[in-house]
């Protein structure tokens, strides 16, 4: 599930499950010019994230959190009440 400021998206399919890389991204992503990007991982934290993608936030000055779901949907809810913040989270594992 991706969770914009204006919109949900679901589902959210990726190549591999539980491997996110920067073609798994939605192209209207960056378009959407967020503060911050929340990854979450799956409940448990299965999802493992390219160092790419890492990079490729870096690139564009956009801050990114990986953590479990468990724990970043709180984080995308604190956040989102001051800064524009998109969510993508991995629902299982």
């Given at each position: 599930?991706?969770?914009?400021?204006?919109?949900?998206?679901?589902p959210?399919?990726?190549?591999e499950?539980?491997?996110?890389?920067?073609?798994?991204?939605?192209?209207?992503?960056?378009?959407?010019?967020?503060?911050?990007?929340?990854?979450?991982?799956g409940?448990?934290?299965?999802?493992?994230?390219?160092?790419?993608i890492?990079?490729?936030?870096?690139?564009?000055?956009?801050?990114?959190?990986?953590?479990p779901?468990?724990?970043?949907?709180?984080?995308?809810?604190?956040?989102?009440?001051?800064?524009?913040?998109?969510?993508?989270?991995?629902?299982t594992?």
């Amino acid at each position: 599930m991706i969770i914009y400021p204006d919109k949900i998206f679901t589902p959210w399919q990726r190549k591999e499950g539980h491997y996110l890389e920067v073609a798994d991204l939605p192209k209207d992503l960056i378009d959407s010019k967020p503060d911050e990007i929340v990854i979450g991982t799956g409940y448990s934290g299965v999802m493992k994230v390219s160092p790419k993608i890492k990079e490729y936030f870096k690139s564009q000055n956009i801050e990114l959190i990986i953590e479990p779901t468990s724990i970043a949907w709180q984080t995308y809810n604190q956040l989102s009440q001051s800064k524009k913040v998109i969510a993508l989270f991995h629902l299982t594992c």
